[in-house]
């Protein structure tokens, strides 16, 4: 096991790799029977409850629907309702089991219901392990806009057990597996290196490579939204590949790990055209993505894209931040004027 804190101004995360969520259960139960809260409910989604419920049918659960229909104003108001009947007071706590959506909609509900409730996940799946789960964004959908309604607050714990990845579907595991090339290449050459060096013992989930690519994909957010929590500036490098997706997901439905390997892929592009890029470093990209069954190509018109992105929350003005590579490990903020990167695209 291996303990890592996330420090911000405001708030502290203790962050748990590879504990076993059993062991985990009987430490937070313990916990609760100590006075350490008062009350305590548990959001996480069907899928979740039918494999793990057992380990915690001592508290009260909300259950949601799994999928990103879930991350709605709808779903956080039915929320507030169960909490408000549970006597989820300033002493309760908030326990989201689950993955990237119950992570998103439990950090929210926590951070406004009493204006914040203590909160906490247990992340079951590689992407909220690796990405959901750490850095404090939380939030829902509005408008068929991917999480333009949030804030950012830190979660007192995050629990990563790598043994609950054996029970997800083989496409949230390559979706989980996206977001760890995109923060290879955002910043830990290394670790694409040994992505391309052991993508078969990955793919086949072995898990003492799963842990060193979890451990290494947080400890590389720890300390990027440690040093720009609000997401002001070096922070925007983990979007890398997420402004096309966050646009190609809202328009096709397809999962946002696959949208995200799309996206990668159009930034090494337009950074190849830039002569940012070489074009041998992208056909690497490539070739790692289509390992682990990942899409590169989309027949998505890019024009219609543009105009979800011209809505994204992270444009300022007629402008928008746009994150190239220089090299593998190494991101470049780039600001285009909409119609430049038009051109590119
Ligand atoms: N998922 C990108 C971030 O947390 O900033």
Redesign the pocket.
Known sequence: MENITLKTASAETKIFINLPFINFREEFLSFTQNGYFDNVVIVTDSNVRAIYGNYFSDYHVIEINPGEESKSLKNVENIYKQIFDYNIDRNGFILGIGGGVVCDITGYVASTYLRGVRFGFVATSLLAQV??S??G?NGVNFLGYKNIIGTINQPEFVICDSEMLGTLQDKEFRCGLAEIVKSSLAGIKELFTFLENNIDSINKKEKSVLNKIISDTIKF?VSI?EHDEW?KGI?QI??LG?TFAHAIESKTGMSHGEAVSIGICKSAEVSVKLDFFSNMDLERIKSLLNKINLPTITNIDFTDVLTFIMKDKKRNSDYINYVLLKAIGAPLIHKFKIEELKELI
């Open positions: 990405d959901a750490i850095g964004k957010k939204v997401d922070r983990l979007n997420h």
